[in-house]
């Protein structure tokens, strides 16, 4: 029987269709409008100072905060309330914080919820608490038990339709904390800090980048292929519940902007991950400074108990779901994209139950790291051995492919 091939649609692109007389679709062609590094028409009319050679690093750090300053700014459009997430690392902590700031400009009549979540005694959650103690935000905790994430584990997984292990790691806080938030507040509109990892190259393994134009490439890659990953994360749990998400991280000026410095300037720098980002919000007391040079913390890490990570705990509960027989006929049951470890390979098992008739054809992206150096641990920093890629590093990626799937991933480019 023939079969539909349908592929996500493209972010930054548009495509002309040809409506035939017979009721039959044809592509006339796929334009590509929009990159990351393409500066928008109206950077014409921005308060930022251009560099020239020679320029002063104070320079490119006020023209930051001036950029990241109007990309929240042009978001506070709404009739909905707002709220912000705060996992209390740098990126959120910055967005919440110059929320608040401007919705105080503004005359707000209400005061900014920040929300966090985490199991008891996680990182973020004493992060976060401080960051809403020195900002002044109505702050929301929500602790959650491994009962509980197990548990959300099915929604999540129907939500994001992918068995990507890290994203459906990491979604499951999202997912749980965007259920909160619908159910027992009236905000609607929620700011995060999405994409700013991608951008300032704050994971680990940037550290091991050989130069800085290999650091680039990687940089524009993890953007480019955002909407298979954490944007899918993001919007998808978000959104299954009806929230609204916004992302100035990701705002075309800002993003165009920081990518059109040199590359060495955007490096980690003395051991440190984002250190430009940081070091232009040095002096602006926005957030407290332990919080402003916090190392980089996993999603998947950081909302739960120093003393049993959500790795283990899925490990531990995955051990129990799929024996070692299983595994050794994973090839045979799962040709494309074939699960290396159990946990992956139960993630298969629930993509499969919801979508039965095309577990069989879908082709989902795997993350892939560049540089093959980084591989030495199991978590977002340490992951390697975990995803079965200890090997040598295999710098392709797979497109996402099915049969017949009639729900293609929404795309994004980061302009919410």
């Known amino acids: 029987t023939p079969f539909l091939k349908v592929e996500p649609f493209l972010p930054g692109h548009y495509e002309v269709l040809d409506l035939k007389p017979n009721g039959k679709v044809a592509s006339v062609e796929m334009v590509k409008f929009h990159h990351c590094r393409d500066e928008p028409l109206h950077a014409l009319y921005d308060n930022v100072e251009k560099l020239f050679p020679g320029f002063e690093i104070e320079t490119v750090k006020n023209n ?15 009739h909905r309330r707002i709220g912000c997430l705060l996992s209390g690392g740098l990126d959120s ?95 609607v509109v929620i700011f995060s800090g999405e994409g700013s990892d991608e951008l300032t190259q704050g994971y680990i393994y940037f550290h091991k980048a050989p130069s800085p134009e290999k650091a680039e490439e990687e940089s524009e890659r993890l953007l480019k292929e955002l909407y298979l990953f954490d944007v899918l994360r993001a919007d998808r749990t978000t959104a299954a519940h009806s929230l609204e998400l916004r992302v100035p991280f990701l705002d075309h000026r800002f993003s165009s902007y920081y ?69 050794a006929n994973a090839a045979q049951k799962y ?38 150096l980084a591989f030495q641990c199991p978590s977002a920093g340490q992951f390697a051995k975990a995803y079965g890629c200890w090997q040598p590093v295999m ?22």
Do not use: C
Request: aromatic letters at 8%; charged letters at 25%.
């Open 335 to 372: 040709p494309f994209n074939t699960p290396k470890t159990k946990e992956g390979y139960y993630y298969h098992i629930m993509v499969g139950s919801h979508l039965p008739s095309l577990i069989q054809t879908l082709m989902f992206y795997h993350q892939r790291v560049i540089f093959p």
């Open 64 to 78: 930051l905060r001036i950029l990241f300053n109007n990309a929240i700014k042009k978001r506070l459009m709404t």
């Open 93 to 187: 902590s910055l967005v919440a914080a110059t929320l608040l700031k401007q919705l105080k400009e503004t005359q707000v009549q209400y005061p900014l919820q920040t929300f966090a979540i985490g199991m008891e005694d996680s990182p973020d959650l004493l992060a976060a608490r401080k960051v809403a103690n020195h900002i002044g935000s109505e702050h929301h905790e929500v602790l959650f038990n491994s009962e509980e994430g197990i548990q959300a584990l099915d929604e999540v997984i129907f939500s994001l339709e992918t068995y990507d292990i890290t994203t459906v790691r990491a979604s499951v806080g999202m997912y749980l904390i965007s259920k909160y938030i619908r159910k027992n507040t009236d905000s």
């Open 259 to 327: 990518l059109s410095l040199p590359p060495e300037m955007r490096m980690p720098k003395n051991g440190i991950e984002k250190h430009l980002l940081r070091e232009a919000f040095e002096d602006s007391n926005l957030i407290p400074k332990e919080i402003l040079w916090r190392p980089k913390e996993a999603v998947s890490d950081g909302i739960t108990s120093v003393k049993n990570s959500w790795f283990k705990i899925l490990q531990e509960y995955v051990e129990h779901q799929v024996d070692d027989t299983m595994m």
């Open 395 to 416: 710098f392709q990626t797979h497109a996402i492919k099915s049969a017949q799937s009639v729900n293609a991933i929404r795309s994004s480019d980061g302009q919410r």
